[in-house]
């Protein structure tokens, strides 16, 4: 018989998803900060819609951070929960010194496009897995970041 998780999910399968989601969880806590960051940092005439928008942003991906490491728990796994844990996985990079506008929104653009990469691969392994439970929060998530790339696109357009 299979080893089966409390979800009744295959325990090796399921440790593969929960280690891509632990590095899908660092990727967004680099995500969190770098919009923090933006957030304090931008000047410019367009200050009061990026100060606004990335706030918007950093809060979501504060819910997303959660959902992600909450998963991994209901798979058996452990999320990280350090800042040496994340940057020792992370892919993404910091943002430092950065204040304008149009450089911002490209890293941005640059960081959901990544996740959303992440995300497209760890819905393929759940699947596989039979984790419908990842697939849906992945699919969801998918959508959204889709949603956003268009939006910030079609905003960065006009920034010069
Ligand atoms: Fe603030």
């Keep these: 018989m299979e080893n089966k998780n409390i979800i009744g999910l295959e325990v090796e399968n399921s440790n593969h998803i929960a280690e891509a989601l632990n590095e899908l969880l660092a990727n967004h806590q680099i995500y969190y900060q770098n919009l923090r960051g933006f957030h304090w940092l931008i000047l ?3 200050f009061f819609q990026l100060h606004e928008k990335y706030e918007a942003l950093y809060n ?3 819910d997303t951070i959660d959902e992600i490491a909450e998963r ?3 798979i058996g796994g452990t999320p990280l929960h350090t800042f040496e844990g994340y940057l020792e996985i992370a892919d993404l990079k910091s943002a ?3 204040r304008s506008s149009k450089e ?3 890293v941005v653009e640059q ?3 990544f996740l959303t990469n992440s995300i497209r691969t760890i819905l ?3 699947s596989k897995n039979n984790d419908e439970g990842t697939v849906a929060i992945m699919g969801e998530l998918i959508s959204r970041y889709e949603k956003q790339l268009w939006m ?3 905003y960065n357009a006009t920034i010069d």
Excluded: T
């Design 152 to 154: 910030l696109s079609a």
């Design 96 to 98: 430092k010194d950065i």
């Design 60 to 62: 979501e991906a504060a």
């Design 124 to 126: 393929k392994q759940a």
């Design 72 to 74: 991994i728990l209901m």
């Design 111 to 113: 960081n959901v496009l």
């Design 104 to 106: 911002s929104l490209d």
């Design 44 to 46: 410019g005439k367009n």
